[in-house]
């Protein structure tokens, strides 16, 4: 199966399951009298808008290089990942903002069953987002990974919305508020998760230097081909799921051009060998100085 497809199938996984979850949290919300819970609900609903964005960025990230693009599309990726920041942010601003305003009203203390519902949502979400982070990893996939940030931040006000509910049950009508407190801290923890996503995605997006290892790796296989004597300058930039590398390779300065060329096409095969994540590497052929 290519990268691709496992990328698709684990963002239609995500879909589907915002999709029910969000409709699930909705209806106990309703009937069983929790803001907490609507506003899990609302942020479910923006997970599933969000995965969408993921499916286009993927599909769009993988086209092939063209004259107007001959580096790829995989800047898309990052670009993507802003909007995913996006409805992050609307979303813990709409719960924020209902959270404040059931805070002056009157409402019914939030129903037992309500409390069971997000026990098992909670443990769903974290679980999906083990499962579509451990795929955005091994996939280098920066909107996989935004991806299941937000099924942890959904878990996260899952959590906050089950105290604030079992406050409210355990300790009586007095305490009626702590689920709209609960929605309010939740919004805070949504927040945060999205910054946690957008830095990075705007590091790439910057081509910033960050990729340490990557470099390290590349290094380390200076020894393998013959003729090599040094990796002078190494720069990795990352581009959708795979990097690119520029470097300056040392020879021989004796050596012919045509030998010179020879030996940076073979430590360029070995490196993408190696490494099968870097897409292409760009080498300037250097004189070893004594």
């Known amino acids: 199966m290519t990268t691709k497809k496992k990328a698709f199938n684990t963002i239609i996984l995500s879909i ?4 029910v979850l ?7 919300g309703v009937f069983g009298h929790s803001d907490a819970l609507i506003a899990d609900a609302i942020e479910s609903g923006t997970d599933f808008l969000a995965s969408f964005l993921v499916l286009f960025g993927i599909y769009y990230s993988h086209k092939p290089a063209d004259d107007d693009h001959p ?5 898309a990726e990052p670009l993507v990942t802003f909007g995913i920041v996006g409805f992050l942010v609307i979303s813990a ?8 305003q059931n805070l002056s009203k009157e409402q019914p203390q939030p129903e037992a069953f309500t409390a069971f ?14 499962y579509v982070l451990g795929k955005g990893k091994k996939m280098n996939s920066l909107s996989l990974q935004a991806d299941a940030w937000h099924h942890r931040s959904d878990a996260i006000s899952s959590l906050i919305a089950l105290i ?10 007095g305490f009626s508020k702590a689920d709209d407190w609960a929605a309010i801290i939740s919004a805070f923890f949504i927040l945060y998760n999205a910054y946690s996503i957008f830095r990075p995605a705007l590091g790439e997006i910057l081509d910033e230097h960050s990729h340490h290892h990557i470099v390290d790796s590349i290094r380390r296989l200076e020894i393998d ?17 795979v990097y690119l590398v520029d470097l300056h390779l040392e020879v021989d300065g004796e050596l012919t051009v045509t030998q ?10 070995h490196v993408k060998k190696e490494i099968p994540e870097i897409s292409d590497v760009l080498i300037h052929v250097e004189p070893h100085l004594v």
């Not at 010179?260 to 095969?269: S, T």
């Open 16 to 19: 589907l399951s915002s999709l």
């Open 22 to 28: 969000a409709t699930l949290k909705a209806y106990a």
């Open 71 to 75: 580096y790829g599309h995989g800047k």
């Open 93 to 100: 601003t709409l719960i924020a903002y209902n959270g404040i």
């Open 117 to 130: 519902v997000l026990i098992g949502i909670i443990l769903w979400k974290e679980l999906s987002y083990r």
């Open 164 to 173: 604030g509910i079992t406050v409210g049950l355990l300790f009586g009508p």
């Open 225 to 241: 081909i013959d003729g090599v004597r040094r990796i002078e300058k190494c720069l990795v930039r990352k581009t959708g799921m």
């Open 260 to 269: 010179g060329h020879k030996i940076a096409h073979d430590f360029k095969d």
